[in-house]
């Protein structure tokens, strides 16, 4: 990954915590690794564990942000969250997977919250 794209993901997981806080999710961990990869963030929304991933992108030549989070990758996400859930003990908590796309445009980004974009897949 260059520099250039790792501080552009950097920014733009920021600027979805902020957005998030806004609008009432407490942002309990970013970047949550375990040796079968990485959550972008998990946040609380009331009872339920929100597991979100954050895609960015500087047009949409290749398609929109949210186009990036194909089946295969809800299905890592799906095992993470899992992984999640079980080293922290919690089982039986109400859980959703949402996604956050920014476009950066060139004054403002554009965002759009996906709330339960996807369902847990095997």
Known sequence: MTRERHLKGRAGEELACKFLRERGLEVVARNFRCPIG???????????????????????????????????????????????????RLEGQRARFDVVAIMWREKEPEIKWIVNAFDARP
């Open 38 to 88: 990485e959550i972008d963030l998990v946040c609380r929304d009331g009872e339920t564990v929100v597991f979100v991933e954050v895609k960015s992108r500087k047009s949409s030549s290749f398609g929109l942000p949210q186009e990036a989070v194909t089946v295969t990758k809800q299905r890592r996400l799906t095992r993470l969250a899992q992984w999640y859930i079980k080293a922290n």
